[in-house]
């Protein structure tokens, strides 16, 4: 297949490009100019262009799917600023299925699971929402998929990656207390990001497009269980902080897939095995070196 992979630079972009080369796939990385400097993604060819551009457009000539990952992928980032939000998760979108008609290939979008249920609890889900509407709308061939919390390697909280996991690692590494504010047993589904892209690139090479599809690991944990697994795969000895509180709207939800929303075919593994596997990653990273 030929991929045009659009975000590539961030960590589930970086992360599809790099595992979908060695599945043998012909990728095109695109990112936006100047984007933050990421140090896993400093040897990866990239072609610079903005999402919502019509050079963008002209990339897709050549390709056989888009893989949308570009956008807004921060509650906190799309809250400061709605409307930017919407252009970069929606507008883009747009864009590109606009592409896509003109030059013959399909789009797989990616949002999120805070999405099903209340797609207006908050700017983000609101934001990634407007994305699978204008998917849903548009002749091109598109394909959704709502991601749960991926994790894993290229998901560095130095660097400005947002996740629960990646920001109890970095504390961990660090030798911080990790602080979870608002419900210490809300759930998030987390899944391994090369357990997701396994599933894709299954998915695409067996030729499943359209409609909407959930990717997850069919297990709900709470975040203090996440916290503790990270705690004993990094070996530190410190405390798990709940103060307690309201956190913005959205954050102290739960979020897993819905009994009857489809599934992406995946094969997740437990999180006792995936976390030891992002936090000895990370521990070769640039950025831990010199801590203890």
Not at 60 to 73: T, Y
Not at 80 to 86: H, I, K, L, S
Not at 158 to 183: H, K, Q, S, Y
Not at 215 to 236: F, H, K, Q
Request: proline fraction near 8%; aromatic fraction near 6%; charged fraction near 20%.
């Amino acid at each position: 297949m030929k991929l045009l992979v659009t975000g590539a630079t961030g960590f589930l972009g970086w992360r599809t490009c790099v595992l979908m080369e060695e599945a043998g796939h012909e990728v095109t990385a695109v990112a936006r100019p100047g984007g933050a400097e990421r140090a896993a993604a400093r040897g990866l060819e990239v072609v610079e262009a903005d999402a919502g551009s019509p050079e963008a457009r002209e990339l897709v000539a050549g390709h056989d799917h888009v893989l949308h990952f570009a956008g807004i992928p921060d509650p906190r980032r799309a809250r400061e600023d709605p409307a930017r939000a919407v252009r970069e998760n929606a507008g883009t979108t747009l864009n590109l299925l606009e592409g896509c008609a003109q030059h013959g290939a399909s789009l797989v979008y990616f949002s999120s699971t805070r999405v099903a249920g209340d797609p207006g609890r908050d700017p983000y889900a609101t934001s990634k929402w407007l994305g699978e509407e204008a998917c849903r709308a548009h002749p091109a061939p598109s394909m959704v998929v709502r991601l749960p919390s991926v994790f894993g390697p290229g998901q560095v909280a130095w660097e400005g990656a947002t996740g629960a996991i990646a920001a109890f690692a970095a504390r961990a590494l660090e030798g911080e207390p990790i602080v979870i504010p608002g419900d210490p047993r809300r759930t998030r589904d987390f899944l391994y990001v090369d357990d997701f892209v396994a599933g894709l690139e299954a998915a695409l090479s067996g030729g499943t497009e359209g409609g909407t599809l959930v990717a997850s690991s069919g297990r709900s944990t709470p975040l203090v269980e996440a916290a503790n697994l990270v705690i004993e795969a990094v070996g530190a000895d410190i405390p798990v902080e709940l103060p307690g509180g309201t956190p913005p709207p959205g954050d102290n939800d739960s979020y897993k897939a819905a009994a009857d929303e489809a599934e992406l075919a995946l094969t997740a593994r437990p999180l006792e095995e995936t976390v030891p596997l992002y936090v000895d990653w990370l521990k070769d990273h640039p950025a831990a070196q010199g801590l203890s």
